[in-house]
């Protein structure tokens, strides 16, 4: 299983905070974000930041292994 974090304006668009995506040999972080995008259609068009395993990531192409956790957030602003 792959864990799968949302945070700020990202899990609010997911209505949820957290969610598992089941393992499959070969597949991507493209692969999750095509997956639970077409469940959730725009939410990911607001992420600016993606993590696996605690580790910022760019390549969208790269292989994940079971029991890894991604974090998808978008920018924060305050003040």
Do not use: W, Y
Request: charged residues 15%; without cysteine.
């Amino acid at each position: 299983m792959i864990t799968v974090l949302f945070f700020g304006p990202v899990a609010d668009r997911m209505q949820t905070r957290e969610t598992q995506v089941e393992f499959t040999q070969g597949m991507t972080l493209h692969d999750v974000i095509a997956h639970l995008g077409a469940q959730n259609p725009g939410a990911f068009s607001i992420v600016s930041f993606i993590a696996v395993n605690q580790n910022q990531v760019h390549d969208k192409q790269m292989a994940l292994q079971d029991n890894d956790e991604i974090a998808f957030m978008a920018k924060f602003s305050g003040g």
